[in-house]
């Protein structure tokens, strides 16, 4: 070869590669049913990655796809350009395949550009029993038709006599619902029905799911129903697909404002919309409400569909390739949220990928999911991608700022099976600071992070914890299977964080998120246990799960109602702390939820607001389970929460939005435990004005005993200038209230209707059910006792006739700071007993409270709780403690050893050590510790120097020079507990 042909040679090659470089094929997954006939098309066809350009950058008419070598001549290919363009190689079989074919034929296919050849590639098509298509769609067409799903038909299940008419309507309009004019119209132009325009694209699309849910369901029309009926309404159900679809704007060119398209990448003609307020937000951040009521109807139409299409049929292809077009706006964001490296928009700063999962990195992956499986069905192409968006590909982004960089990191859509296949194993996100969607390394989850971190264990957060075991099952044993690891993350969740939070087979109401005035009884006995049951279900035949067998305990104990658990457990990202015994079959559970700058209380979407103080200090004791049911909440009066410190007003709370509440301007806020005993510190400054109150509270837990502490409480706005009180319970009032005092007892009965004052002078006690009260008061104080009608339900419409009781402390309508309140709750008690508590908890508990810190000393057990507030020095019996900065301490003495505990109730990642000072001598040493949470793990180190004659103790907490060593998650454990023990 002479040095001239050697150059052209290198040049060609050169151009083959560099064409082919910008061609990138998808042709991952092909099948084919055994025995099918002559001319039958394989399932799968070849796409280019360039399809998702063809409006700016339209794909030559001389690309060709031809197959270069097969062994037996089994196939033909034919390349085919759909109405936008986009080209396809399609594989159909020139013999029938017979049982002798089972297996992967192995063909070399090639693109070229008329007689140019621009790549090479291999095509393994798969000969089966049974194509992954029909499994996938046998799998899925049960689960669009059920209650649960209802979304997917638009949650409407219309009479024949309703379809009828509907059919009758829609075949003189060509399939058009005439009530809603948006038909042919600019966006821009039209004058909605509803409050805007997606609103009349909803109820169509929801007149269309019920339509479908007909079409699989209805005796007349349904697949057993009458033939000709059932095609009248398939073809009806085509035309309103049609003029739905073909009516919503999906490219930036199909909407003209000013002369202008309003968008350059697909799907910009619905999510820009928005830019020029046509749409709301709310339908551009939840784009399944235009959409998922179309996917019953469709999934139930597609084998016919399939059929129709290749037989030629034009209006079925239509709808086909109008769905491909219309569901694009399924992945189109609104323009805000696109923004790769904002910190402050919904997913982070999605390019710092240590710190960000990307985009839809939160609880409404669940709601997409509907929509995700449905793809694989509708497609009937496995290498289809599952969206055209452009920003949702690699090539977007230029590889900047780092190669493959895409809208979720990891992922650039190459074919739709695989692409929803990935989606599923994104359900485990971790938070890795405050204010971000994820699970947290505490075991709580948090999903709506408009102003602070929630805490959402019942909606959404269990939804996006099980909500993927439907992919799971349609994944099973397939070649798309999901790995262990995706079933280990939920199972982990369900055995090792919510049976501890379940008690007496109720969920707790503080941490159920939006869910909180339901029936919990009900979330756990079906919901919970369904879930347990379908992970077990929807595993492959060589899925491990580590913890089955513990999993499986849990499921049957809770079954039968027969779930233990004793234990101290503080979810200290979400200042939520739980304690709870079991000593023999006397049982209780009592928690507390906190809220600060970094976190709020549970959300509420209501038409009367009743959550809004729930996360400022609520502190309820459960002994029988059901002391705050559903229908206990539902009597409430919402201002007068178990632990809350407010102004008792009477007026309706605000509106407006589910987290309007807001977080508290309080940096200090926090929850510590060593497992057995537990402590809180609580600053209670709410950011919001509704509120009227600030206080300095505290709360501790050893044993059986839980007390509460207060003081500096001050009126900060003037509200309806009603008494600030502090709530010790409100309960339902199905038992005598007594009352003691002054060597007086007095019982309320169940149906009495009293407002009650009584003037403290002494130590008292109250009793009800199996709860006791314990009131130590501080110079003269108020006790006020509301019951029955005396109440003022916050919502009387939900309301029935059971009462409630009220105990508070008043403190006044301008509360003096140097008072406060010091009082007990008792478990398992009865009415008997309660002079022999109080005077043992007068001899045994030594407290004190001043304006920097608080605490308890339990004599008995060798316990001292303290809380600082800021830097403070406190004294509790022969112990003084010098806190150098606000913290938590528990200090044990366990006879041959200290037990110490400390944590930092204003974590923040530059906040680097915890320093104590202590007139205790211990042990001078460097002590390793472990964190706690979900995954327990090594964390840093105690330092304990001698100090005159007590001691220095220097905890190293996570901060920022440890992210690395804490997963980049070194914020949230920042305020973790920290656990040491000294020997003697």
């Known amino acids: 070869m002479n040095f001239r042909k050697m150059i052209l040679w290198v040049f060609c090659l050169f151009q083959m590669h560099f064409s082919f470089a910008q061609e990138k094929v998808f042709a991952n997954y092909f099948d084919i049913a055994v025995n099918s006939p002559e001319n039958t098309e394989v399932t ?14 339209p794909i030559p008419k001389s690309y060709q796809f031809a197959i270069a070598d097969q062994k037996g001549d089994l196939f033909a290919m034919s390349t085919k350009f759909d109405p936008a363009g986009r080209i396809m190689g399609i594989i159909t079989t020139k013999q029938k395949l017979d049982e002798k074919m089972l297996g992967n034929q192995q063909l070399t296919v090639v693109l070229k550009d008329g007689a140019q050849q621009l790549n090479s590639f291999p095509v393994t098509v798969k000969v089966v029993k049974q194509t992954l298509w029909e499994t996938l769609f046998n799998r899925y067409k049960d689960e669009t038709l059920t209650a649960a799903n209802g979304r997917m038909f638009g949650r409407k299940k219309p009479k024949d006599a309703e379809v009828e008419k509907t059919i009758v309507n829609l075949e003189a309009t060509k399939g058009e619902f005439i009530q809603y004019g ?9 004058k909605p029905v509803g409050k805007s325009i997606e609103y009349d694209w909803e109820s169509v699309s929801n007149q269309i799911g019920g339509l479908g849910y007909a079409y699989a369901t209805s005796k007349k029309y349904g697949p057993a129903g009458n033939s000709a009926e059932r095609e009248r309404l398939k073809r009806t159900i085509y035309s309103a697909i049609i003029a739905y679809t073909e009516a919503v704007p999906v490219e930036g060119k199909d909407v003209i404002i000013a002369g202008k398209p309003i968008g350059n990448c697909t799907g910009d003609g619905f999510a820009n919309l928005r830019l020029h307020n046509l749409i709301e937000e709310q339908v551009v951040t939840h784009q399944w409400v235009i959409s998922d009521a179309l996917i019953a109807p469709v999934v139930h139409l597609m084998p016919e569909m399939i059929a129709e299409m290749k037989n030629g049929d034009k209006q079925a292809e239509r709808v086909y390739y109008d769905l491909v077009r219309f569901y694009q706006t399924a992945m189109a964001e609104v323009a805000n949220r696109r923004a790769v490296n904002d910190p402050a928009e919904r997913w982070g700063k999605i390019t710092d990928t240590l710190r960000s999962s990307g985009a839809w990195a939160d609880a409404n992956l669940g709601h997409r999911s509907r929509m995700m499986l449905a793809l694989p069905i509708m497609w009937a192409d496995y290498n289809r991608p599952m969206t055209y968006v452009q920003y949702w590909y690699s090539d977007y982004y230029k590889g900047q700022p780092f190669k493959g960089m895409s809208f979720s ?3 650039s859509p190459n074919g739709v099976v695989a692409d929803v296949a990935r989606w599923m194993t994104k359900y485990k996100v971790p938070a890795h600071q405050y204010i971000q969607s994820g699970f947290q390394p505490d075991g709580t989850v948090s999903h709506h992070i408009a102003n602070a971190t929630d805490v959402a264990m019942v909606a959404y957060g269990f939804e996006w914890l099980t909500d993927a075991f439907v992919g799971f099952n349609q994944f099973k044993n397939t070649d798309f299977k999901l790995p262990s690891s995706a079933y280990q993350f939920p199972a982990d969740r369900l055995e090792r964080i919510y049976p501890k939070i379940i008690y007496k087979n109720r969920f707790d109401f503080l941490i159920s998120g939006r869910s909180y005035g339901d029936d919990l009884q009900k979330f756990v006995n079906e919901t919970y246990l369904k879930a347990i049951s379908d992970l077990k279900n929807v595993q492959s035949e060589d899925t491990k ?23 101290t457990d503080a979810y200290w990202v979400n200042e939520f702390l739980v304690h709870r015994r079991v000593e023999g079959e006397k049982t209780f559970y009592v928690s507390l939820k906190l809220k600060s700058k970094r976190t709020v209380g549970a959300e509420d979407f209501g038409r009367v607001r009743r959550s809004w103080y729930a996360g400022y200090g609520i502190l309820p004791l459960k002994i029988k389970g059901d002391e705050y049911s559903e229908k206990v909440l539902a009597n409430m009066d919402w201002h007068a929460l178990p632990g809350l410190t407010e102004e008792w007003r009477t007026d309706a709370m605000p509106v407006g939005h589910a987290q309007a509440s807001l977080p508290g301007d309080n940096d200090v806020a926090g929850v510590t435990a060593d497992g057995k005993t537990g402590i809180a510190i609580y600053h209670h400054l709410p950011r919001e004005k509704y ?19 207060g003081n500096n409480i001050k009126r900060v706005h003037p509200g309806q ?11 339902s009032f199905i038992n005598p209230l007594t009352v003691f005092r002054d060597g007086i007892k007095e019982v309320i009965q169940p149906g009495d209707a009293v407002d009650l004052k009584y003037d403290i002078n002494g130590p008292m006690w109250l009793h009800s059910g199996d709860k006791g009260y314990i009131i130590f008061p501080e110079g003269k104080e108020q006790l006020n006792i509301k019951t029955g009608k005396e109440i003022n339900i916050t919502d009387p419409t939900i309301a029935d006739k059971t009462p409630n009781f009220i105990i508070s402390i008043n403190h006044g309508l301008n509360p003096d700071a140097t008072k406060g309140y010091f009082y007990c709750l008792v478990p398992n008690v009865t009415a008997d007993e309660m002079n022999a508590v109080l005077e043992k908890y007068a001899r045994d508990i030594i ?18 709780e303290l809380a600082f507030f800021k830097p403070a020095t406190l004294t509790l019996g022969n112990l003084t403690v010098t806190a150098e900065a606000p913290a938590l301490m528990i200090l044990k003495d366990s006879g041959d050893k200290w037990k110490l505990t400390v944590s930092n109730p204003s974590p923040a990642i530059d906040r680097q050590q915890l320093i104590f000072h202590v007139s205790q001598p211990l042990k001078a040493g460097r002590y390793n510790y472990n964190v706690g949470g979900i995954y327990p793990r090594k964390g840093e180190y105690v330092t304990v120097l001698a100090e005159g004659t007590g001691a220095k103790i220097v905890a190293e907490l996570a901060d920022k020079r440890d992210e690395a060593f804490y997963n980049y998650q070194a914020e949230l454990y920042n305020g973790a507990p920290v656990t040491i023990e000294i020997a003697k």
């Open 721 to 731: 200038q009603k008494d600030i009180i502090t709530t010790v319970d409100q309960s």
């Open 847 to 864: 407290y004190k409270k001043d304006n920097g810190a608080h605490g308890v000393y339990l004599q008995s057990e060798k316990i001292w």
């Open 182 to 190: 948006f038909y042919h119209k600019n966006p821009n132009e039209y």
């Open 44 to 57: 799968g066809r070849i796409h280019l990655e360039r399809n998702k350009d063809v409006l700016s950058k």
């Open 691 to 709: 509120s009227s109150a600030t206080a300095f509270k505290s709360y501790y837990f050893a044993g059986d005993k839980i007390i509460a502490l």
């Open 545 to 567: 799960i580590m913890n089955q067998a513990e999993l499986d305990d849990a499921y049957h104990k809770i079954k039968s109602n027969k779930q233990e658990y004793s234990g």
């Open 409 to 411: 990191p990891g992922w």
